[in-house]
């Protein structure tokens, strides 16, 4: 029977950081196929002593019937309102992007950034926002369930993603929540990081900004 492993984000970004050298070294003599799902994570399985000719890539799919698809305009009035689903954690950058909807601001934008989804850095993200004078700008929403992550999409204008590659190595691997919001027809603001440079095209659907640059995010805010 063929020996087919598939790969995500964790086990070749963080997890080998954590493990002998040599960890996947009979799964990588043994599997017929060895499968990720992007060119950044094709190069970190390579590095890690792969055969490129069992590597696969295999990107995200998405059940596009499941999002209702509606093209944004500019609003006439109501400023810009984005939202980002994540988990607070460092590797989502979401410091990164309440100081880039800061800059936007203070150069007049009017706009509003909704949070969906939980995690550690909650209380230091809510402080953060505090002391930037964006507590009618950012709302955390928690957790919700995916009819609300959709009917916040339906509401929203442009998908924030300032995610960075963090120190215990984990970066994002393609990023589901960039198709995710691709297929409601919003345009998005997403960091050259990990994998997620081939979730979009950029200036097509999308910008891309570099990673902890929040003067980058405020440009992209007000293009």
Known sequence: VPLVVSFLGFDLNVLPKRTPANYYERVFERADALCVSSQFMKRQILALGAPEDRVRILPLGLPVKRFDYQPRKAREEGGIRLVSAARLTEVKGLEWGMRGVALARDAGVDVTWHILGDGPLRQELE??????????????HGFVKMEEVRAQMARSDVSLFPGVAAPDGAEEALGGAVLEAQACGMPVIASDVGGIPEAFVPGESGVLVPQRDAEAIAEAILR
């Open 127 to 140: 402080a953060l926002r505090d002391e930037l004078g964006l507590a009618d700008r950012v709302v955390f």
